[in-house]
């Protein structure tokens, strides 16, 4: 009884310290600024009131709270993802939607185990040496490596070109490594760059002899975590196994590489012992979630935001992507609350198994092909939960004049017009191939790849203020779509 | 043929990218300017030449890459630290030292094995339930868990004061959680208030009948790193295993506790499996290694400056303590460099087994116990590789008007006089207790404990030019302080 008092007390100081501290200032944030909520002043007052809503109660970033500490990681197709299934069903009804769907379909399921690696011979083989910890990660869907691991010579590469423009053969036997830093930028610009030794590396390695591949993290960051992230097979080339390195680790290569160098006379190389125990878990159950605010008087028209409800297994898919499901759930909460009736109809969608080929946006697009043309406009918050700074205009189909009226009333939240051509994110891009209409709500992602895809992508993350900013952006967003007399269906005024 | 040209291509040019980058802007310094060189003016020429020798050369710098590269984790009485002592040796004869010593003495081996733990149990129980990983490593001395590990219900106490006035016994079967933040200072006053839990957690814990104990790291990051560090039994009370959290996840079972306790009618609880496979090896060798530049007039008197050689095990020790070894070789090189020929020796003392109890520190006072009274003066760098800020005198001992001296011809390398009483450093200490004199050069410390004891400390965590300051200020210390006319062997002046 004592300790249950004692317990009681202590909890109640957990909760109040939480909530009484200010805005964590992560050290992964060095560029986000306090959000100033004063300066977020609408003529309109009815956007006021959703933002005012949006700021005082923390919807979004209580609901990400509840998924990522009640359900954690949620890998597609495990049990902890058809568990979030079952917390997003509870989460939309307890906001007070009323019909809430689940669409199942199915994945193939992957896992990781046991994985490990050791640098055992270094630039330095004097005395009785002690292998030194590599801190690796699988990528997503890589095969395994042999039972008790390989142990072979790296063959350094500084980039994947490197790779592609070696010539075919000459590496039997080796581990090829790729090593090459990714750009950091506001928009995540370097990300598909970097991304290509993860996307092609096992590929183009094994086209050369080699029996494995370790990459440089595709990340920003210089901390000990490894960033896993769905790699690729190419029909008819060996498949052979491929993990990436923390950065650190990385960096610890390369500069054993330039001492192996300089004495390079001497024959010292860098040799690893690696093991990965992926293994395929056949097909398993995956599914979107999505509940809808029925339009007054235009239900039959969509306007759509989404989020993925899957996350990797390594951290607790905090900013990637609880803090979109946050935002998009949040955001309706704050349009019902608000007491405003949309003319259409709200879709809020949580997809499943993005991670590993956007296999929900893909399955939406299947099972409700019939229905693409209702959906007016869909966009996807899936970009960590960093400040909007920017709106962006979909690819070809989008209406010019519908989006310059849609700025004109958003912008007083901080944005910007953004150049180039929206994909409406991930899950949605299977939609916008088939016509409908996007655009994107631009986040400060200047800091998501330190996260991205690591062990350290957790709730401690994520800046209280900064998503309140997201959840009022997307609460407007929605109240202004969801108008009759708005249309994104086409571009009749030109660009 | 054609590989190896190629590797020698890229491995040039990752040498050239490494040193013609700028200086890493380490997420973990946020509060760390850029060092403004041109303001080190000196109005003496001599201690003008060592500064910028120091900054030409990179010396430390180079030393760190190499001990922490070369080695990697250094562990009290492991094999690599054996090898690390070789590498000094090595080293010193390199740097042009003639004389190098190494004075064993043993020590208790210590390892970690596998290690891990799973919250098995928490707030929302519905459905198929995959375990959540936390991040834990085993405090250094901790005693394993029974094999196979235990599973337990998790007592929670807010700080370690909450957990020794808590009852003797009712914690019978349970696994005592200890969670608290650590203070983020410049000086690291909150490693000692937040230091208790992870040195007397165990003991308090097995009082009250506990069968484990998980602290919240002590460390002032949010990042997924647990941070190990030598914990202590107290005779006559139960060893049981303690083990530590990284921030991220203690702030995950805090949540957990806040939602439990919101339902605390319900009886729900976090329960965790926990297994810590540590063990002790029995006697090991350790010891200590230094050098002498052999004074020109007064080769009897000793300015002793010093550092540690060994390391934890999870990183590769690079600001804890590669940089201190790097500072104060690379001060005797710089010193040896200028050609100034010092009237006193200089003694570099490379310290064993300090992260286990200060064992290097006391094994020399006792191996050299008649000799103390010839060092004039001690030091040890033991605090990172951020700037110097200060100029500490020490404890009771130190000849105030020559502290103040040093103090005028120091300040220029942005150097302030710091209240408070030095006691050396660590391994200073056991020589500071016989009447050793002693100061301290006080480093900007405010994001050490980011990475101390994990395996975040490597080596791109350190800034070369930081770690050029330190070089500077160590080298114009061991040139004023080896003047045969400074003397710091008493507090004449009062104070």
Redesign the interface.
């Known amino acids: 009884m004592?300790?249950?008092t004692?317990?009681?007390t202590?909890?109640?100081?957990?909760?109040l310290g939480?909530n009484g501290c200010a805005p964590?200032q992560?050290?992964?944030t060095?560029t986000q600024k306090n959000i100033k909520t004063e300066r977020f002043k609408s003529t309109d007052a009815n956007l006021q009131k959703l933002t005012d809503i949006a700021f005082e109660k923390s919807y979004g970033y209580e609901i990400t709270?509840s998924l990522t500490?009640?359900?954690?990681?949620r890998l597609a197709g495990?049990?902890?993802e058809?568990?979030a299934r079952?917390?997003a069903m509870d989460k939309f009804k307890e906001l007070g939607f009323k019909d809430v769907q689940i669409n199942l379909f199915h994945v193939d399921g992957w896992a990781r185990g046991r994985e490990q690696a050791f640098?055992v011979i270094?630039?330095?083989e004097?005395?009785?040496?002690?292998p030194?910890?590599l801190?690796v990660t699988a990528l997503g869907g890589s095969v395994a490596t042999p039972e008790g691991g390989i142990t072979a010579d790296l063959?350094?590469?500084?980039n994947f070109e490197?790779l592609k423009n070696?010539?075919k053969g000459?590496?039997d036997g080796k581990i090829v490594y790729i090593?090459g830093k990714m750009e950091k930028t506001r928009d995540g610009a370097g990300y598909g760059p970097a991304n290509q030794k993860r996307r092609n590396g096992a590929t183009e390695a094994a086209k050369r002899g080699a029996i494995a591949v370790l990459i440089r993290s595709v990340g920003t960051?210089?901390?000990?975590?490894p960033h896993t992230g769905q790699m690729g097979y190419e029909d008819g080339v060996k498949k052979i196994p491929i993990g990436a390195l923390s950065?650190?680790d990385a960096?610890?290569i390369?500069?054993?590489?330039?001492?192996?160098?300089a004495e390079?006379e001497s024959g010292k190389t860098v040799r690893v012992h690696l093991e990965l125990a992926t293994k395929n878990l056949g097909r398993l159950p995956s599914g979107n979630v999505y509940a809808d605010i029925i339009g007054s008087t235009h239900p039959e028209e969509i306007v759509m935001i989404g989020a993925h409800l899957d996350s990797w297994d390594l951290?607790?898919g905090a900013i990637d992507d609880g803090a979109g499901v946050g935002i998009v759930m949040g955001a309706a909460k704050v349009l019902m609350e608000s007491g405003f009736k949309p003319e259409r109809t709200v879709r809020v969608i949580l997809f499943g198994s993005e991670e590993i080929g956007l296999k929900g946006g893909f399955a939406y697009a299947k099972q409700h092909k019939d229905e693409l043309g209702a959906i007016v406009v869909a966009t996807e918050s899936d970009f960590g939960a960093a400040q909007i700074y920017g709106l962006q205009a979909g690819k070809g189909a989008t209406n010019k004049a519908s989006t310059d009226r849609l700025y004109s009333k958003l912008k007083y939240l901080g944005l910007e017009m953004v150049a180039g051509k929206a994909d409406g994110g991930p899950d949605i891009i299977p939609l916008n191939r088939k016509g409908v209409p996007v655009i994107d709500l631009k986040q400060n992602g200047y800091d998501y790849f330190?996260l991205h895809h690591?062990?350290?992508d957790?709730?401690?993350?994520i800046d209280p203020k900064e998503m309140a900013q997201n959840v009022a952006v997307y609460a407007n967003f929605i109240y202004l779509a969801s108008k009759a007399n708005v249309d994104f269906s086409d571009n009749k005024n030109g660009e």
Chains 1, 2 share one sequence.
């Open positions: 004592k300790l249950q004692l317990i009681f202590v909890a109640i100081s957990a909760i939480m964590k992560g050290t992964n060095p709270r500490t009640e359900i954690g990681s495990s049990k902890n058809a568990r079952d917390w640098i270094p630039h330095l004097k005395g009785d040496y002690e030194q910890k801190f063959a350094f590469f500084e490197a070696a010539a000459g590496l090593t960051d210089s901390h000990r975590f950065a650190p960096d610890q390369d500069r054993m590489f330039a001492n192996a160098n390079a951290g607790t330190d690591t062990p350290d957790t709730f401690d993350k």
